[in-house]
């Protein structure tokens, strides 16, 4: 046997490697953030659609959004608060009572109803007359449409509109002096936003742009003729204040007129004094025959026949008057 064998190994004089601490070998722990919940949707993102609907061309063209069957009591739900009911009117014109029964059993479920009416008949005056009584008195929105990709248009509005915002639609209202003033200046149709920059830089303010004449205002850059000439005119004519006419419907046979406040202006005076004439021409008729009656006995014959013709010059004033009064 090997003596060297035998011998034990050398230990070895090197200091063992200190213990690694904890804060080198664990990492660092990462601060996750909190998942947030999503909020909750009342109403599908589909359009639902009623079985009773099976077949309608009008499901062949909605394809802008995703829809699908469902037992509901209205046609269509396009929102969480909103619904729609399809009408043809030859349907309606077989049917006339299927659209009542189909608007009881919406009941109060939904916000905003509508009522889609395809115009699919020539005639189809006196139905939608009704339609639009009918939808008055239940609370209903009634759209008429007169094809299928319209009416499926529609419905693909009213389900892609349902969380916009009114902002979307509400105009944008000028929240500084310089914003209101250059929505002023660009009234008129062919003055633009530069248009109004310009004009009020090379002017100083409003006044002095609005009493400016037009050689002054040709002057400033980008106003040409048209320009020049549409803004003195906005700015110089008059207000005019047009008081709504009354229409009224024309009347086939009219009465004759009467009153004297019905008849024209210019001939109410005429009328006035005429009718004043024939009254003091009637008392004093009547005056002369009770006159001529008491006295009669007593008066002379010349003077009965100058009486008598005092009375026919009367009576002929008041012919010619009645005459003068029916033309």
């Given at each position: 046997?090997?003596?060297?064998?035998?011998?034990?190994?050398?230990?070895?004089?090197?200091?063992?490697?200190?213990?690694?601490?904890?804060?080198?070998?664990?990492?660092?722990?990462?601060?996750?953030?909190?998942?947030?919940?999503?909020?909750?949707?009342?109403?599908?993102?589909?359009?639902?659609?009623?079985?009773?609907?099976?077949?309608?061309?009008?499901l062949?063209?909605?394809?802008?959004?995703?829809?699908?069957?469902?037992?509901?009591?209205?046609?269509?739900?396009?929102?969480?608060?909103t619904?729609?009911?399809?009408?043809?009117?030859?349907?309606?014109?077989?049917?006339?009572?299927?659209?009542?029964?189909?608007?009881?059993?919406?009941?109060?479920?939904?916000?905003?109803?509508?009522?889609?009416?395809?115009?699919?008949?020539?005639?189809?005056?006196?139905s939608?007359?009704?339609?639009?009584?009918t939808?008055?008195?239940?609370?209903?929105?009634?759209?008429?449409c007169?094809?299928?990709?319209?009416?499926?248009?529609?419905?693909?509005?009213?389900?892609?509109?349902?969380?916009?915002?009114?902002?979307?639609?509400?105009?944008q209202?000028?929240?500084?002096?310089?914003?209101?003033?250059?929505?002023?200046?660009?009234?008129?149709?062919?003055?633009?936003?530069?248009?109004?920059?310009?004009?009020?830089?090379?002017?100083?303010?409003?006044?002095?742009?609005?009493?400016?004449?037009?050689?002054?205002?040709?002057?400033?850059?980008?106003?040409?003729?048209?320009?020049?000439?549409?803004?003195?005119?906005?700015?110089?004519?008059?207000?005019?204040?047009?008081?709504?006419?009354?229409?009224?419907?024309?009347?086939?046979?009219?009465?004759?007129?009467?009153?004297?406040?019905?008849?024209?202006?210019?001939?109410?005076?005429?009328?006035?004094?005429?009718?004043?004439?024939?009254?003091?021409?009637?008392?004093?008729?009547?005056r002369?025959?009770?006159?001529?009656?008491?006295?009669?006995?007593?008066?002379?014959?010349?003077?009965?026949?100058?009486?008598?013709?005092?009375?026919?010059?009367?009576?002929?004033?008041?012919?010619?008057?009645?005459?003068?009064?029916?033309?």
């Open positions: 046997m090997d003596p060297t064998t035998s011998q034990e190994p050398e230990k070895s004089t090197e200091a063992p490697n200190p213990r690694p601490s904890s804060t080198s070998t664990q990492p660092t722990k990462v601060q996750q953030p909190k998942p947030q919940a999503l909020p909750n949707r009342n109403a599908p993102s589909a359009v639902l659609v009623s079985t009773r609907q099976r077949g309608n061309p009008i062949n063209h909605i394809k802008l959004v995703p829809w699908e069957y469902a037992d509901i009591p209205a046609d269509y739900v396009v929102g969480s608060t619904c729609a009911l399809f009408l043809s009117l030859k349907y309606h014109r077989l049917h006339p009572e299927y659209i009542y029964s189909r608007i009881r059993l919406l009941a109060g479920k939904y916000n905003l109803r509508i009522l889609l009416v395809m115009v699919d008949i020539p005639n189809h005056e006196d939608l007359k009704e339609l639009s009584k939808s008055i008195i239940n609370n209903l929105t009634l759209i008429l007169w094809s299928a990709p319209e009416a499926a248009h529609y419905l693909e509005l009213f389900k892609s509109s349902e969380n916009a915002q009114p902002t979307a639609i509400r105009s209202q000028a929240q500084s002096y310089q914003e209101s003033l250059i929505e002023f200046v660009t009234v008129p149709r062919s003055i633009n936003k530069s248009d109004a920059a310009s004009l009020i830089s090379n002017f100083g303010s409003l006044q002095a742009a609005v009493n400016a004449q037009p050689e002054q205002i040709s002057m400033v850059p980008g106003w040409g003729e048209k320009k020049v000439r549409q803004w003195c005119g906005a700015v110089r004519e008059g207000f005019r204040v047009e008081k709504a006419k009354r229409q009224t419907a024309p009347v086939r046979n009219p009465p004759p007129v009467t009153s004297a406040a019905a008849r024209p202006p210019e001939r109410q005076e005429e009328q006035g004094e005429e009718e004043a004439m024939l009254l003091a021409a009637q008392e004093a008729s009547i002369e025959a009770e006159r001529r009656d008491i006295e009669s006995s007593e008066v002379p014959n010349s003077q009965r026949q100058e009486e008598e013709g005092v009375s026919e010059g009367i009576a002929a004033a008041l012919a010619k008057l009645r005459e003068k009064d029916g033309s």
